[in-house]
């Protein structure tokens, strides 16, 4: 048992002082022309419903390995207010307490050596974090050790792993999906925004920026299909 603790201890220091993965949050409002618009607002509602295990974030690599940290809508509780009520409202932080399963996996060189199941318990109200349960598993599922011993709580760390986890679970802040998806819808904005004034350019750069965060997307690449059309005929 005090082999399991102290594993879950340095896990717990891990999370806490490695840097949280950055991300933009930018969403377009109803004033934008609909033409700067990369998704709607059913497009919003489906990919913050989404199930399955989401990324939240993922530390820097290092010698020792990178983190990646996930967590499912469904394991949340008390659960998240569905946002097809109140598609349109920015919802309030939760000042309660909620407990949120997560996986933080360890890669080395991008593969999944183990990971982690862990019940975590956020008091919002207080800016706390503890462990509730932590379960360790090799990368093949095979239990390798287990701790069913709640944890004693601690202060959040600013610009932390479980700062990222606290900003989704009690701050309604977006996951790692959810702020690509608008960072895409921003960097398409302004793209669109230096295309209509004749600069195809910078145009490209920014349609470059939204496509690395949307891959795939048709209204990126239609758009800087027409922005190297017209820097090409400008060699002409």
Request: one cysteine or more; aromatic letters at 10%.
């Amino acid at each position: 048992m005090r082999r399991v603790t102290v594993i879950v201890s340095i896990l717990t220091g891990f999370l806490c002082y490695l840097p949280q993965f950055t991300h933009s949050q930018r969403k377009p409002s109803r004033r934008v022309p609909q033409d700067e618009i990369l998704f709607d607002q059913a497009d919003y509602v489906r990919i913050t419903e989404r199930g399955g295990w989401r990324l939240i974030a993922r530390t820097s690599p290092s010698s020792e390995g990178q983190l990646s940290i996930f967590y499912d809508r469904a394991r949340v509780s008390p659960p998240f207010r569905p946002r097809w009520l109140d598609p349109d409202s920015s919802l309030p932080p939760f000042d309660g307490i909620r407990q949120v399963w997560i996986r933080t996996e360890k890669s080395v060189d991008r593969i999944v050596e183990s990971y982690w199941i862990d019940l975590n318990e956020y008091d919002c109200g207080q800016n706390l974090a503890r462990v509730m349960e932590s379960h360790h598993y090799s990368n093949d599922g095979n239990p390798m050790n287990s701790l069913n011993e709640s944890q004693k709580w601690q202060r959040i760390i600013p610009e932390s792993i479980h700062d990222s986890v606290f900003g989704v679970a009690c701050l309604n802040k977006p996951d790692s999906e959810k702020a690509e998806m608008e960072a895409a819808a921003g960097w398409f904005k302004e793209g669109r925004r230096a295309e209509k004034r004749n600069d195809p350019l910078e145009a490209q750069s920014f349609y470059g920026f939204a496509l690395e965060r949307a891959p795939g997307n048709r209204k990126i690449l239609d758009g800087l299909n027409r922005v190297r059309a017209r820097i090409k005929s400008r060699h002409l």
